[in-house]
């Protein structure tokens, strides 16, 4: 029987941990979009019935989801192009802090929010939050085995599934029903578990520079590199912002057919999805809010589940070229049932979402596990927090495109 090494599990279940508490407040805003938008224009629960409808006659035009979206990413996608360049000077411990404070902040300020700025502000803070810590973590897992790569993705992935779960039953009338503020700050234990994992439960090399608590020491050492060296990583190399742009070119190849996912993926999660509606004999009783937060629960769910494989399934080069047209042709099926509801049920919807978290997820960690093993280790960090910015200008694309392909949905007659 081989025996356990606990290093490594401690290892990949850290990484678990961190994946999940750092994509957790995104999906969180991204399934409380509709309740968002909806509570500040006047529609708050207490005054609007959350039952299905027997007859749709007519479109219902809420506000775009894209709109949160966009917050929820353009941030994070600004954090994505420029961090990279510079966040070597700044220790991991001390980046952590700042990602589980913004995290904290955001359900505050989401929950008491009184206008559509307000609440928007709130999804802007966790969307920083978010895009430092996945190019953190990415960058940190250069110095552990490549479990750490697969622990990370996998938990990004239950980020999605328990997020999404999570708020469709705090919120959900024949479950929960509470409303919206108190099922956000219901949320504020995942910052706590945040510093549990990264401050006392992953066991740090000496390849990670630790500060004290002296603010001179909160600026990494140049040459720390030179004569730090743990057993999973060489030093890396000092390099120029040219040096810096160069070496995302190489990983192009890998990052485009991730950003072609990406847009498919959100095109339908946040463009085309609020536009697919059922009434109650086919939709399961449930409500158009609910129907909405279904949706996304079983597409986290796609995306856990394919996170979560690559112990099991690595994926040739010849595939990650045939996801993005496998997704794309998903978004066109979903286009066009937005536009003339040919779909006769909601089941048939549930199915198609959750191949579309697999194609997402499937995307996701292979890229990075090919990352992970092609890239020269003395770059490996760059590079695996360059490569992030590949999902997130595929997510912030498909939201810029999807407020006015909203608009223009609504201006359609319903067909049924």
């Known amino acids: 029987m081989k025996k356990i090494n606990w290093d490594t599990v401690r290892t990949a279940v850290a990484f678990f941990l961190l994946g999940l508490c750092n994509n957790y407040g995104y999906v969180i805003m991204l399934s409380a979009a509709e309740d968002i938008l909806s509570q500040q224009h006047g529609k708050n629960k207490t005054t609007t019935i959350d039952a299905c409808m027997p007859n749709i ?64 502000a709130g999804v802007v803070l966790v969307s920083l939050g978010g895009g430092l810590g996945e190019i953190t973590f990415l ?31 705090l919120t959900e009338p024949h479950m929960a029903n509470l409303t919206p503020k108190v099922a956000l700050l219901i ?28 603010p001179k020491t909160w600026i990494v050492p140049k040459g720390y590199d030179d004569f730090v060296v743990s057993e ?59 129907q909405y937060r279904w949706y996304q629960v079983l597409y986290q769910f796609g995306v856990f589940a394919s996170r979560s494989s690559i112990k099991l399934i690595e994926l040739p080069m010849w595939v990650l070229y045939l996801l993005p047209i496998l997704q794309l042709s998903n978004m066109l099926f979903f286009f066009f049932d937005a536009l003339y509801w040919f779909v006769p049920h909601i089941g048939i919807i549930f199915a198609l979402i959750v191949f579309e ?17 092609k890239v020269a280790p003395d770059v490996r960090e ?28 609504c201006g359609r007659p319903a067909p049924r």
């Open 57 to 120: 006659t007519v479109r219902e035009c809420k506000p775009p989801v894209a709109e949160v979206l966009v917050s929820d990413n353009l941030p994070s996608l600004l954090v994505k192009l420029s961090f990279p360049f510079f966040m070597d000077r700044f220790p991991f411990g001390l980046r952590v802090a700042v990602v589980c404070m913004l995290q904290a902040a955001s359900y505050f300020v989401v929950a008491f929010s009184v206008s559509i700025p307000m609440s928007l």
């Open 139 to 169: 960058g940190l897992s250069a110095h552990y085995q490549r479990i750490a790569i697969a622990g990370w993705s996998s938990g990004t992935g239950m980020a999605g599934l328990l997020g999404s779960f999570s708020y469709a039953f």
């Open 187 to 214: 949320q504020l234990f995942i910052p706590v578990l945040f510093a549990f994992a990264y401050f006392i439960l992953l066991e740090k090399p000496e390849s990670v520079y630790s500060p004290s608590m002296s």
């Open 232 to 290: 999973h990583r060489v030093p890396q190399r000092q390099l120029t912002p040219w040096e810096r742009v160069q070496l995302i070119v190489p990983m192009l190849h890998l990052m485009i057919p991730l950003a072609f996912v990406y847009v498919g993926e959100y095109m339908i999660n946040q463009g085309m999805t609020q536009q697919i509606v059922f009434d109650c004999k086919h939709g399961f009783n449930l409500s158009l809010h609910s």
């Open 357 to 373: 978290g697999l194609f997402g997820g499937s995307s996701y960690v292979n890229t990075f596990h090919k990352i992970h093993n």
């Open 382 to 409: 760059y590079c695996l927090s360059a490569a992030s910015m590949g999902d997130s200008i595929g997510v912030n694309f498909a939201a810029g495109v999807s407020i006015p392909l909203h608009y223009w949905m």
